[in-house]
């Protein structure tokens, strides 16, 4: 039986041809005790089908189905995968460009990109995804988007060469602060006193830390201060123009993977010019580290794992919501500067690692104060 009908069978009211059978002498007291069975089926059904619903249909709102362990444990194993994928993906850049010493971030941007169109395209092609039809129309108008999308992903390269891993998470909350301010100007958001504090938190944390860091190299805090502004300025332009993009889409939408394919697609062009104007390819081919083949795995394994947070903060995202997102991205900042200055043997002083563990806590109370 199906739930309209179930639904039918409990809420039906007796109607007046039934009751007119019974006009009779004694038909009252038939009539009464056939309401009172009714009721009493309906209570019955009622309380079934109540039950019946909570089991297998959503509740409140909520369209995440109760299937047993399996289920459960759904928002577990995708923020697990999100986690590590992105925690590797920063790892194995560190070790592509320090470990091997390679000075062309370019070049590896351009070559993990074109693995993340390549998988996609798979993808689209094997129907696993859905991939929106991109016309010159929507070019156009994504073409400011990923412009700073190539910049942010060019000056974060570079940051993360000369910088420590750690350093860089903690840097990398000027992004937040600067977003915030973004917001107030540009679209009259106003922002509450605990962001506000947890942002003068993070500024203290980062002067405190670049003051006590141990390797401090200016060039690669100026590439961290650039990717800070091109990361705020992307999540800003992005928001601004996504109306129209999906305007510009024949289905009138933009998912999320098309977004990805998009974005990695309008990056060859621009990383393909800017290797040459900067003749980043003379040492791509003339460097030992090119010849290494394990170097190639690591490399490679970076594009996929850059494709795979993509994939993994959509499926946490769906699983779990934005508030468990944005507070589990935070604290997954833990792990990364801890692996990051054990895994690279940082040089590090006490009041460095205060200004480390401090900055990590401010991100995690900026992330509440935004919650509430």
């Avoid at 007046?16 to 002498?25: G, Y």
């Avoid at 089926?41 to 995440?64: A, H, I, K, T």
């Avoid at 395209?121 to 039809?133: N, Q, Y």
């Avoid at 974005?263 to 010019?273: D, V």
């Amino acid at each position: 039986m199906t739930a309209v009908e179930l639904e039918e069978v409990v809420c039906r009211e007796p109607d007046e041809a039934e009751l007119n059978q019974f006009s009779d002498n004694g038909g009252k007291n038939v009539v009464y005790q056939l309401l009172d069975q009714k009721t009493s089926e309906r209570r019955w059904l009622s309380e079934r089908f109540l039950r019946w619903r909570r089991r297998y249909l959503p509740v409140d709102g909520d369209n995440r189905r109760d299937h047993g362990s399996v289920k459960q444990s759904g928002p577990l194993v995708s923020g697990a995968a999100y986690c590590i994928s992105s925690c590797s993906m920063i790892i194995l850049n560190k070790i592509v460009l320090s470990s091997y010493n390679f000075n062309a971030g370019i070049s590896l941007m351009l070559y993990q990109n074109l693995i993340s169109c390549l998988v996609v395209a798979v993808l689209d092609i094997s129907g696993m995804v859905s991939v929106e039809k991109f016309n010159w129309k929507l070019i156009r108008v994504w073409l400011p988007v990923n412009v700073i999308f190539v910049g942010m992903l060019v000056s974060g390269m570079y940051s993360l060469k000369y910088i420590n891993v750690a350093m860089v998470t903690i840097l990398k909350n000027a992004t937040n602060i600067i977003t915030a301010i973004g917001e107030v100007y540009m679209f009259r958001k106003r922002q509450n006193n605990k962001v506000w504090a947890a942002m003068f938190m993070m500024i203290i944390s980062a002067i405190s830390g670049g003051i006590t860091d141990l390797t401090f190299d200016a060039v690669g805090y100026t590439w961290q201060l650039a990717n800070c502004f091109l990361t705020a300025s992307y999540s800003l332009t992005l928001r601004r123009v996504m109306d129209k993009a999906k305007q510009s889409t024949k289905s009138g939408s933009l998912n999320e993977v098309s977004m990805v394919l998009l974005n990695n697609l309008l990056s060859l062009p621009f990383g393909i010019i800017l290797i040459i104007l900067l003749g980043e390819w003379r040492y791509v081919i003339s460097t030992d580290v090119t010849k290494d083949a394990m170097f190639w795995v690591v490399a490679t394994a970076s594009g996929f794992l850059g494709l795979a947070i993509s994939f993994t903060s959509m499926w946490f995202l769906h699983q779990t919501g934005p508030t468990t997102y944005s507070l589990v991205g935070s604290l997954n900042k833990v792990p990364i500067s801890l692996a990051g200055l054990v895994l690279f043997k940082v040089p590090l002083s006490l009041p460095n690692l205060f200004s480390i563990l401090f900055g990590l806590f401010a991100g995690v109370v900026f992330a509440r104060a935004k919650m509430s």
